[in-house]
Structures are given as structure tokens and as C-alpha cells.
């Protein structure tokens, strides 16, 4: 299996940067923490524009260790980059600018072909535009698509979305679905929204003042309550199932998760097929016997596994379904409704999930 493994030490008088962890060779890896934290400065280092002490491989290959004095500098690491803000040629097209990147590479060691990434991106209609009469979302997704076809073994990308308006950002969202479900290229993504993070990341570095403070998937990350993700406003839970099948009298899906079923709008799959669902801990309430008659179509049983106090009125609630392997929920509760139903960590309960999402 192919993974990243980097440990990197780096002073820099009222920062340092003492950080070590593997990542897995597919999927999205997130670099997760507040701004300074040094999410930056570890893709510099890991890209070689930085020499921090330590060490840096990928699949087994170099590309620092102190201890034997290599250090490749960064046109010798086959990476990707994309930064915060597209940095496109703007004398070339799209489709110029597509090619610069590709003929880095010598021909016959490209692994991703050009149609494919550009279709991926969504951007075959602007191949012969210029870059500058682009949306900042359609630059974006230029630059991501140069990155790729320099064929990289690893794509760093530094807050791709940070410079984007709201609408641009969600627009942009499902094409990096897409990349995630269709290239097998790791990503080390950087970001400080929540939400960014739940909806692509497989596994979250979580980093707090230069050092890793957590490490995992992202399921288990995004729901430890002793962790920040669970305790921001848009904390939740990531499940995992599979459809069941379709209601077409009330466009609808059912989707068998361990423990129970979810009913949501009608998703463009198929019977069998495999989603990763989203539920924030603000649309979970909490009922300690079968609500009855209830506008609300899920009902999982579940059983509290712990909570913590996050202002003086409200808690989280981590709670498990029956199924295994017990996926996390997170109810977003008042105190007061704690106290009223004398909830406690043990007890069995019913969560009432109010709205899900899909995620891919
Ligand atoms: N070239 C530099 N010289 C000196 N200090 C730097 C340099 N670059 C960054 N720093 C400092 O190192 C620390 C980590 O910065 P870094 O950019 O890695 O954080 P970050 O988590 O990526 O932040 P943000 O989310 O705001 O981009 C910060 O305190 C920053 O001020």
C-alpha cells in the first residue's frame, strides 16, 4: 500500500513545527486546524520548498531524511500544487495553460490523460477562453486540472476553495467529489472549514499550534467530542450504508445503515449502491421512548455513549446505533433537555434525525 510518512521539525523563533504522521496513498487526507497552525508550512515542506529537519516518502521513495542526507528539491518530487488562488498563465487558453503542465512530463510516464481531466473538471467549454475571463471557481478548476496532468504521485492542495465566494465553493465541491471517486492520487488537503473537511476528507490530520494533535479517519475525528470538529456549530457525523431501495408514490430513499434505516429524498443511485451520509448533530434530537406520530421519518434506536457541555446551555450528545460496526450520531441538545430526560451515558434512547445529506 502505498502512504505518505513525514516527521517535520522546524523553528522558526515564535512558531515551531514539530509534526510526524502517515497518510494513506488514496483518498483525501486533511490538514485540519486554526489559521498559523502550521497546515502550510507542512505541504512546503513536504513539496521541498522548505527544508524542515526530519523526513519525507512516499511509496517506500525518498524524498527527505536527515539521517542520510537526501534532500530532492521540489522539481524532483512528482507533485501537484494548487494554491489558494489559481495561478494561470494569462497571455495562454485554458487549453495552453493545460498543456504547459502536461508536457513537463515526458509522454510516455503520463499517467492521466487529458479528455479525462477535463471532463472531470467540467471544463471543455472554456479549453480556448483566456484565464482571466473566467469566475474565480472556473480558474480553480483550470488549475486543479493542471496539477493532474503534470501526473503527479501526490496532489498537494493549500485551501483551494478559501479565496471563493459561497456559491462558487459549493459549485466546486462535487467536481473534487468526482476527482476523489475517479483518480487514484492521494491528496493532502488543507482547510480550516468544517464543512469542507466532512464532506471530502477519508482521514483528518487534525493540527493544533505546529503539532499533530489528532490523527485518524475521518469518521471516528469528526465525532470525538473532545476534539474542535464536534464542537463546532456545523460538528457532524459521517455513516456509511447502502440503498435499500426507492419509494417513487413519495420520491424518496431508503438507506440501510448498521443499526436502522434512513429515509431521504430520492438520490440518483441504484439499489446497492454504496453512499457516505452526513448528519449534523443540529438536525439529531433525543427521545427516551418510540416517538409516536412524529413528522420526523427517522427513528434510530441508540444508545448514549457520552456528552460534553459546550456553552452554558447546550451539549453534545455522542450516541451509537444498534448496528455494527455502531456508527457515531452527535445530538446537538440543550442542558435543560439533559436534565429533563435525566439523560446519562448507558441509557438507551432514540435519535430523531431530522435531515441527512449525501456526500458521495
Ligand atoms: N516564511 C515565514 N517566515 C517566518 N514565519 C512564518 C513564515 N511562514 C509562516 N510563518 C509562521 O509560521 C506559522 C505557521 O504558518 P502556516 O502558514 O504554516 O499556518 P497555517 O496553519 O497554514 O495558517 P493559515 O490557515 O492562516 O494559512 C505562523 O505563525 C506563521 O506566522
Not at 497518510?23 to 485540519?32: H, K, N, R, S, V
Not at 416517538?291 to 434510530?300: A, D, G
Not at 452527535?330 to 432514540?350: C, H, M, N, W
Amino acid at each position: 500500500m502505498i502512504e505518505l510518512d513525514v516527521a517535520f521539525r522546524l523553528d522558526r523563533g515564535n512558531f515551531t513545527l514539530d509534526a510526524a504522521f502517515t497518510a494513506p496513498g488514496i483518498g483525501i487526507t486533511a490538514l485540519f486546524g486554526r489559521s498559523g497552525c502550521g497546515k502550510t508550512s507542512i505541504l512546503r515542506c513536504v513539496a521541498g520548498l522548505e527544508r524542515a529537519s526530519g523526513h519525507c516518502r512516499l511509496d517506500g521513495e525518498t524524498w527527505q531524511d536527515d539521517a542520510e542526507d537526501i534532500f530532492l528539491e521540489t522539481h524532483r518530487r512528482p507533485i501537484g500544487y494548487v494554491f489558494q488562488e489559481a495561478s494561470l498563465f494569462s497571455h495562454l487558453s485554458v487549453r495552453r495553460n493545460l498543456q504547459y503542465g502536461m508536457r513537463r512530463v515526458p509522454a510516455t510516464e503520463r499517467q492521466i490523460d487529458f479528455d479525462e481531466v477535463v471532463d472531470l473538471l467540467g471544463i471543455r467549454a472554456h479549453l480556448d477562453r483566456n484565464p482571466s475571463g473566467l469566475s474565480g471557481g472556473e480558474r480553480q478548476r483550470v488549475s486543479i486540472a493542471r496539477a493532474l496532468l503534470t501526473s503527479p504521485r501526490l496532489l498537494l492542495m493549500d485551501e483551494p476553495l478559501s479565496a471563493l465566494d459561497h456559491t462558487s465553493k459549493q459549485d466546486i465541491l462535487p467536481y473534487l467529489e468526482r476527482l476523489h471517486d475517479n483518480l487514484r492520487i492521494p491528496v493532502l488537503y488543507v482547510s480550516h472549514s468544517p464543512d469542507e473537511v466532512a464532506r471530502l476528507a477519508d482521514r483528518i490530520v487534525l493540527m493544533r499550534e505546529g503539532q499533530v494533535q489528532a490523527v485518524g479517519p475521518a469518521i471516528e475525528i469528526l465525532s470525538r467530542l473532545d476534539l474542535p470538529l464536534a464542537q463546532d456549530t456545523e460538528a457532524s457525523a459521517l455513516v456509511e450504508g447502502h440503498v435499500r431501495d426507492h419509494d417513487d408514490a413519495y420520491e424518496l430513499s431508503r438507506i440501510e445503515i448498521p443499526g436502522g434505516t434512513l429515509t431521504m429524498g430520492r438520490l440518483d443511485r441504484a439499489s446497492g449502491d454504496r453512499v457516505r451520509l452526513r448528519i449534523h448533530a443540529r438536525d439529531v434530537s433525543i427521545a427516551v421512548g418510540e416517538p409516536e406520530r412524529s413528522s420526523i421519518l427517522n427513528v434510530l434506536p441508540a444508545r448514549v455513549l457520552e456528552m460534553h457541555e459546550i456553552d452554558r446551555s447546550h451539549l453534545l450528545v455522542k450516541l451509537c446505533t444498534a448496528g455494527e460496526p455502531h456508527p457515531p450520531l452527535l445530538a446537538r441538545i440543550t442542558r435543560y433537555s439533559r436534565d429533563r430526560l435525566k439523560l446519562e451515558p448507558g441509557q438507551e434512547v432514540f435519535a430523531q434525525v431530522k435531515a441527512v445529506a449525501l456526500m458521495d
